[in-house]
């Protein structure tokens, strides 16, 4: 019953993968596993010594393909090898051949024992903690500047660190929940929400808003609500459910209400500003407290355009983007990232990449068709007087041909913008000529780098590429060097490939170019589906642009690296980055069969129903091809690609070297029984460092909050939270002296993790904070 339909399978696939060119292997063993289940049909014992050299032969080309690489053994043998344990248990009751060996059946048992030991043994092996590769200075510990997190990354150069020391390796195995707060309003959102906010402190007051724009004030120490704004918007053709969290200024000159105010934008295009105290509109604020975003933008409110990040203060300035659907259709809402008076909300500047100059618009006028959106966090440096800009691209974003020559300049890149006039200072981009939905994801993280004449302020720029830049954040110019690479060619009429690709001299997070040998299956039946899938598409490593004909992607659309960033230890001079690695497969659909399909742009009804069950193409409006896009995953679910699929690293930032890396995340919820393999998982968030030398993340999909120990990158705290905690933590100091780290748990719809509205504050045992343990 096993060996049979097993045996069928291999033979009949492996005949289908030679034909492609792929490996003999599943058809050898295809064949033996027939003959040996006629045998075993006979009740032969022979049956279990073909089976045996059947194993043998596996081992053998397992170490030719993966050498010793867990996960890549175990997918290979695991399967054959309980299977071999079920054999040796009933070898005893089968004929044995005249002149075959007389083996005791304890014998039997043993092996079938230690067959059976040897897959456990991969699954369950703990990780190897990372071997520390140089010593790191220690931090100074500052706890007045850094009791606060003013800002979304914790400062304008988003380094994602706190100098809050009283947490360290010593003691954070002690940290327990010391509060939780639940938001609310979160149940009936669907698969289209996302929990992805990250608090900001200021006082004893935490801001956070819910993905549906609700902003709530609660008491830093207790965990108290304080106040809470509903601004009541229009979600229902809103295309993702996301707020990344709000903004605070302040008015050096003015007293009472509205001195200090919350800023955020909201998914029906409006710009708010509160009063932090109390919650209530800003009236001198545009209309009632709220600014329309969308005159220039989009003639009507369909879902198209909206804020996901908050706005970007610098002095009386509120820079805010705006997310704009992708793959829809080439008639979309306007790109542009606009200034506004954080006191009046007039407008103060907007920077249109198709209008140099930046020329007021007149009455009804639009920016420019086109643009690359801007939705990720932005940052800013005061002294200097810019502010970043992570840029996307214009839609759709797999077919290139009409794009204009603005868009060509300025898409996926990092744009520095005067913050007092938008006049562009320089720009660098990370892509050329995108074709493959590789948006700037994250905010770039400013940092000081040691120079013969002074330090030389530098600016870090995450990549979905896996490629890190780093430049110097006066110029553009790069501070690590950078080379074009040549990359893969061919694709539809008309299409205007990049010769070559910008890659980085720092440590490189891009998966490396795929082979039949990299594929991973649970079993050797899934793992050969996945190989005759990989050698059906057309791939020919990163960058390989789609056609007509199905085409991999690494990475896939979400990239390596996406809006989490990377955190800095400047003290130490450390880098922590998680990473993630996800094929892609997509497919350019011509036009008669896209629509054919049911493929239409979102918010508009088909002219042809879709089959039942059966998602159509994304439309791509206005070119010659819908787009069909998934990841590459197993017949059951599981990534093609062998783990780990998420990394967490270190890099020595002076050195520009891997201090340690690490799997990062368990299988639990994906692998079955519920299992916990340490196989390292997809996420999405971000971590924060601190001067204690700890590493605060979330971002998996097992569901924990972790603690690791920067410089070693050791494992020291755990904890399962009430739901997905795809948001990236803050810390602060309450007013109880008591170091605060906290995280919103609510889920992710695209990644299905569990849903909640849980802001969880973890902290010491009372008392604790004054001494070590």
Known sequence: ????????????????????????????????????????????????????????????????????????VLARLGGPLILLALLLAIAPGLRAAAREPRIPALAFRLGALVSLCI????????VAEPTLRASLPAATASANRFSDWPSYGGNDGGQRYSGLSQIDAGNVAALEPAWTFRTGGLDNLGHNSRVTATPIKIGNMLYVCTPLNVVIAIDATTGRERWRFDPQVDAGTTFSIVCRGVSFAR????????????????????????????????????????????????????????????????????????YIIDNQRVSAPRGVVRAFDTKSGA????????????????????????????????????????????????????????????????????????ASTGQLRWSFQAVHHDLWDYDMPAQPTLIDLPGATGPIPALLAPAKTGEIFMLDRRTGKPVAAVTERAVPQGSVPGERLSPTQPVSSLPSFAPP??????????????????????????????????????????????????????????PRGVMIVNSSAMPFVGRLVPRPEADARGAAPYGE???????????????????????????????????????????????????????????????????PLGLALPVGIFNLGGSITTAGGIIFIGATTDGSFRAFETASGRELWRSELPAGGQATP?????????????????????????????????????GEEHRRL
């Open 513 to 570: 170019t795929l082979r039949e040998a990299d594929l991973w299956g649970a079993t050797p039946l899934d793992m050969l589906a996945c190989r005759i899938r990989f050698r059906s598409v057309r791939y020919e490593g990163a960058f390989t642009p789609l056609t007509e004909r199905e085409t991999m992607m690494t990475p896939g659309t979400f990239g390596t690296l996406n809006w989490g960033g990377v955190s800095v230890d400047a």
């Open 347 to 418: 407008l103060l500047w907007a920077w249109d990449a198709g209008r140099p100059g930046g020329a007021p618009l007149a009455e009804g006028e639009f920016y420019s068709a086109g643009n690359p959106n801007a939705w990720a966090v932005f940052s800013a440096d005061p002294t200097l007087g810019l502010v970043y800009v992570p840029t996307g691209n214009s839609s759709p974003d797999f077919y290139g041909v009409l794009r204009t020559p603005a868009a060509e300049r300025y898409s996926t890149s990092i744009v520095a913008l005067d």
């Open 730 to 766: 803050m810390t602060y100091l309450g007013q109880d002296g008591r170091q605060y780290v906290v995280i919103f748990a609510g889920g992710h719809g695209s990644l299905r993790t569990k849903r909640g509205d849980h802001l969880v504050a973890f902290a010491l045992p009372r």
């Open 1 to 72: 019953m096993l060996l049979l339909p097993a045996g069928l399978w291999l033979a009949i696939g492996g005949t289908q993968l030679i034909s492609l060119g792929g490996s003999p292997y599943y058809l050898i063993a295809g064949s033996a596993l027939l003959v040996t289940a006629a045998l075993l049909a006979r009740g032969r014992r022979a049956a279990v010594w073909l089976y045996v050299a059947i194993v043998v032969a596996t081992a053998a080309w397992t170490f030719a393909e993966v050498q010793v690489q867990r996960w890549g």
């Open 251 to 322: 008015s050096a000159s003015a007293i009472g209400p509205c001195s200090e105010r919350i800023l955020f934008g909201t998914l029906d295009a409006r710009l708010f500003a509160l009063d932090a105290r109390t919650g209530q509109r800003c009236a001198g604020f545009g209309e009632n407290g709220a600014v329309n975003l969308l005159p220039g933008i989009n003639d009507r409110r369909d879902g198209y355009y909206y804020v996901t990040s908050p706005p970007t203060i610098v002095g009386r300035a509120a820079i805010i983007g705006g």
């Open 119 to 126: 897959p456990l043994a991969l699954m369950f092996a703990p």
């Open 605 to 671: 009804t088909p002219r042809i129903k879709p089959a039942d069950g059966v998602r159509p193409p994304m439309a791509q409006q206005g070119t010659p091809y819908g787009l069909e896009l998934a990841p590459f995953l197993s017949p059951i679910g599981l990534p093609c690609q062998a783990p780990p699929w998420g990394m967490l690293t270190a890099v020595d930032i002076k050195s520009r070297t891997r201090l340690w890396e690490r799997p990062f995340g368990t299988s639990k919820g994906l692998a």
